[in-house]
């Protein structure tokens, strides 16, 4: 909560920031608030299939050594799907 009211045009009741957010919140408000957006977007953006968005940001994520990113991941490949899918059982 500490770290939204830091941020530009942060809404009054969120869930919970990304450890890096809140991390470079008090440092980088602007920036840190332009990612957040840019990871909304790609996330809810509709150029690609939402599957293939979300398998391509849990290969990332998975790069990055990242559990936060990869269970995001997971869990916006299975409201893509429909339906609990097992993602990181079908990436490793």
Not at 12 to 41: H, I, K, S, Y
Not at 81 to 88: D, F, N, R, T, V
């Amino acid at each position: 909560a500490d770290a939204w009211a830091k941020l530009p045009g942060g809404p009054a009741a969120a869930e919970p920031l990304p450890a890096w957010a809140r991390a470079l919140a008090g440092w980088q408000p602007v920036t840190t608030a332009r990612m957040l957006e840019l990871d909304a977007a790609h996330r809810a953006g509709d150029r690609l299939d939402g599957r293939f968005r979300a398998v391509v940001r849990w290969a990332a994520a998975d790069a990055n050594r990242c559990e936060y990113a990869k269970a995001m991941a997971a869990a916006d490949y299975d409201r893509s799907a429909g339906h609990p899918s097992g993602l990181a059982g079908l990436m490793t």
